[in-house]
């Protein structure tokens, strides 16, 4: 049994009411949490380190991320480990997606901000000096899909820029954020450059984003979550950015090339157990190959390895969702069962046979659910993918035409035969419902700091 414990100014500390946090594989208790309510001493913290933390250069701010990045990769089994235990995951993919990842956000901000171009906008008499300063103390609150993955593509750049942090990850899944404040206080980071906080969402996540000397709040979760947060945060003049839920579309074009496109297609849906925001749960396949695909993408369905749902209660949320499919006329072509396991563990699941406006094809299910739908022209296909309040990602596979198409998805990303192939210098986010704002890359930058123009003239 592990005791998770809150970082606040340097310190570890647990608070009088816990939480139990349960393994999804076997509905076992693997750790207590704190309950926390209030924040202020974080806040405290926070403010005490923002002075000599904000004066650093750039460079050594980035040293620190690197020096981050070298102590979770000397751990990265352990991180896995502790993610696989928190998830259900399977290791393989705890370590090779969610501690890779981890580690490469401190990594890859850290040469960012090395690298990243002087800003200077010359005029005939005059210099203008684009100067970032940090935003201030800063809320990061992250869901439990991809917990440390997630929670360090925000504290990196938020780090980076100078400036301090109230941590909340997911209560579901507090281990490895856990872990990287043990890592980030044995590596002498200075106190009150990142507090972590535990505790449930209405409780110290409202603290959050409603304190008034938090100045900005990135948030990723649910669309409803994402919306109580803007209502709170946005009269209260806080820089926001808000990463939200999706329903996306993966669309076959009669030209696919198979080879690719079944493994492609399976891994969009069901990776993760179908818990990414950005998995392709309404699979849009051409008339043309319709009979060809469903047996090879059912084949690749059997084959493909996954962990449990994240916890019991969402298992009876994505059940739910299969017995509104039975009711809404839809084909069970796989799975549709628990399986036959101690759990949270649902079985991979392919429905056919429904419009694309049913509430299954058009809500956000974020389990191993899929439905399959037959289209018979691009502008058929596109209305199938585009009529959904979200506007997350999307994929396009096809030998010739994926471009064309891939330009109108309404939606913030688009693959073109491929799937989650990340350059994390591109702007990542949503439109319509599933989010304001980017994050990546320079649009990181751009929210973790202040743009103040000093314009010099020349006399
Ligand atoms: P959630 O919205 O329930 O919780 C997300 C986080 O917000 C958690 O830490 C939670 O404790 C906290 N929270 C809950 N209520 C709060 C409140 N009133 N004030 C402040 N914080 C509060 O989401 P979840 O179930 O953890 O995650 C699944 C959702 O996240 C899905 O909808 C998924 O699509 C979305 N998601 C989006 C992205 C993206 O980048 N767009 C990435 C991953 C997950």
Redesign the pocket.
């Known amino acids: 049994m592990i005791t998770v414990e809150n970082l606040i100014g340097g310190k570890f500390s647990t608070t009088d009411l816990s939480l139990v946090d349960r393994s999804p594989s076997d509905g076992s208790i693997i750790a207590s949490i704190p309950r926390t309510k209030s924040i202020d001493d974080a806040v405290e913290a926070a403010n005490d380190a923002f002075e000599s933390w904000s004066a650093l250069s750039l460079n050594e701010r980035a040293d620190w991320l690197d020096k981050i990045a070298n102590a979770l990769e000397s751990k990265s089994d352990e991180l896995a480990r502790l993610e696989a235990l928190d998830t259900g995951k399977p290791l393989d993919v705890a370590l090779n997606i969610d501690a890779k990842r981890s580690i490469l956000n401190f990594r890859f901000f850290a040469d960012f901000g090395r690298n990243m171009p002087a800003e200077t906008f010359e005029m005939e008499n005059a210099t203008n000096f684009v100067i970032r300063k940090p935003v201030g103390i800063v809320g990061l ?6 917990p440390l993955y ?1 929670l360090s593509w925000k504290i990196a750049p938020a780090l980076l820029m100078g400036n301090c942090i109230i941590a ?5 899944t507090p281990l490895t954020a856990h872990f990287l404040a043990q890592v980030c206080t044995e590596i002498g980071l200075p106190a009150g450059v990142l507090n972590i906080v535990h505790g ?3 409780e110290v ?2 603290a ?2 409603s304190h008034p000397r938090i100045r900005a709040i990135s ?8 919306r ?2 803007a209502a ?1 945060a946005a009269p209260m003049f806080k820089k926001l950015s808000l ?4 329903k996306n579309a993966s669309i076959v074009l009669e030209d696919a090339d198979l080879e690719i496109t079944i493994p492609g297609v399976v891994r969009a849906s069901f990776l993760n157990s179908g ?4 998995c392709g749960s309404k699979v849009l396949v051409h008339e043309d190959i319709y009979e060809e695909f469903i047996p090879l993408y059912l084949k690749a369905v059997a084959d493909f390895n996954i962990g449990p749902v994240i916890s019991e209660e ?1 298992a009876q949320k994505v059940l739910s969702y299969i017995e509104l499919a039975k009711q809404e006329g839809g084909e069970i072509l796989a799975g549709g069962n628990r399986s036959n396991r101690l759990g949270a563990w649902i079985e991979p699941t392919v429905i056919a046979g429904l419009s694309h406006l049913s509430r299954t094809a058009s809500e ?1 299910i ?1 389990g191993p659910v899929v439905t399959i739908h037959k289209f018979s022209t691009d502008e058929e296909a596109l209305d199938m993918a585009n009529c959904t309040e979200y506007g ?1 990602a999307g994929s396009v596979w096809s030998k010739t035409r994926g471009m064309e198409v891939a330009k109108r998805v309404e939606s913030g990303m688009v693959w073109v035969n491929t799937w989650l192939h990340r350059d994390l210098r591109v702007p ?3 439109i319509k419902n ?2 304001v704002g980017r ?1 990546g890359g320079m649009w990181s930058i751009g929210f973790f700091s202040e743009a103040i123009n000093i314009c010099q003239m020349q006399h």
Do not use: D, R, Y
């Not at 609150?141 to 991809?146: A, G, H």
């Open positions: 609150i992250s869901p439990w899909n991809l997630l909340k990850p997911s209560e579901i449930l969402g209405p996540g409202h959050i984003v948030f990723t979760g649910g669309t409803s979550t994402g109580m947060v709170t990463e939200l839920g999706g818990q990414i925001c950005l969402h956000e974020f997350l990542f986010g949503g599933s989010g994050e």
